[in-house]
T-cell receptor, first 109, second 113 residues
Framework: GQNIDQPTEMTATEGAIVQINCTYQ??????LFWYQQHAGEAPTFLSY????GLEEKGRFSSFLSRSKGYSYLLLKELQMKDSASYLC??????????FGAGTTVTVRA | ETGVTQTPRHLVMGMTNKKSLKCEQH?????MYWYKQSAKKPLELMFV???????ENNSVPSRFSPECPNSSHLFLHLHTLQPEDSALYLC????????????FGPGTRLLVL
């Protein structure tokens, strides 16, 4: 099974950078996903890491260290619309996703 | 618009009612999923269908009954639910291939009275 931990809440100022950490323990790692979920809406796919290192997509980047069971999602140049819940999900060898409880990010003006 | 639709978006039902949730995906994917999302808790995987066959049933109570008539449609039939079943029910689909990213529908907000 999977045990996934991420902070419950984070607050940052518009234009700033925020880093959301995710640690996991898994019986068979086969990829890590980050999703964004606005209140009352569907989770939307942000990033996928399966090898160690940094994946960059515009203002969002995701990092993975498999040996440490650790990932982070980096949000740069924060905008008000980035206020949302960010979900870390780990996939096992059977392609099942296990989710963390999510980190609620609040962006203040 | 993610290509996955769910109806109804909101549902209120009594404990003796029978209702069904519907999910439809327009992405040509071959796997579909039901998740339960309760407040402040991780998404819980309920059922997985791959090529219309159920491949996962995570010890879900029998009052939840899934049905997958074809690769584009997924139903969740609800019968004699409990108040603790009130939650957001999310449907997702994924393609074949190595990454198999899951794409979610908007969910059905269910309240059981």
């Amino acid at each position: 099974g999977q045990n996934i931990d991420q902070p419950t809440e984070m607050t940052a100022t518009e234009g700033a950078i925020v880093q959301i950490n995710c640690t996991y323990q898994t019986s068979g790692f086969n990829g890590l996903f980050w999703y964004q979920q606005h209140a009352g809406e569907a989770p939307t796919f942000l990033s996928y890491n399966v090898l160690d290192g940094l994946e960059e997509k515009g203002r969002f980047s995701s990092f993975l260290s498999r040996s440490k069971g650790y990932s982070y999602l980096l949000l740069k140049e924060l905008q008000m619309k980035d206020s949302a819940s960010y979900l870390c999900a780990v996939r096992d060898r059977d392609y099942k996703l296990s989710f963390g409880a999510g980190t609620t990010v609040t962006v203040r003006a | 618009e993610t290509g996955v639709t769910q109806t109804p978006r909101h549902l209120v039902m009594g404990m003796t009612n029978k209702k069904s949730l519907k999910c439809e995906q327009h992405l040509g994917h071959n796997a579909m999923y039901w998740y339960k999302q309760s407040a402040k808790k991780p998404l819980e995987l309920m059922f997985v269908y791959s090529l219309e066959e159920r491949v996962e049933n995570n010890s879900v109570p029998s009052r939840f009954s899934p049905e997958c008539p074809n690769s584009s449609h997924l139903f969740l039939h609800l019968h004699t639910l409990q108040p603790e079943d009130s939650a957001l029910y999310l449907c997702a689909s994924s393609p074949g291939g190595e990454v198999k990213t899951q794409y979610f529908g908007p969910g059905t907000r269910l309240l059981v009275l």
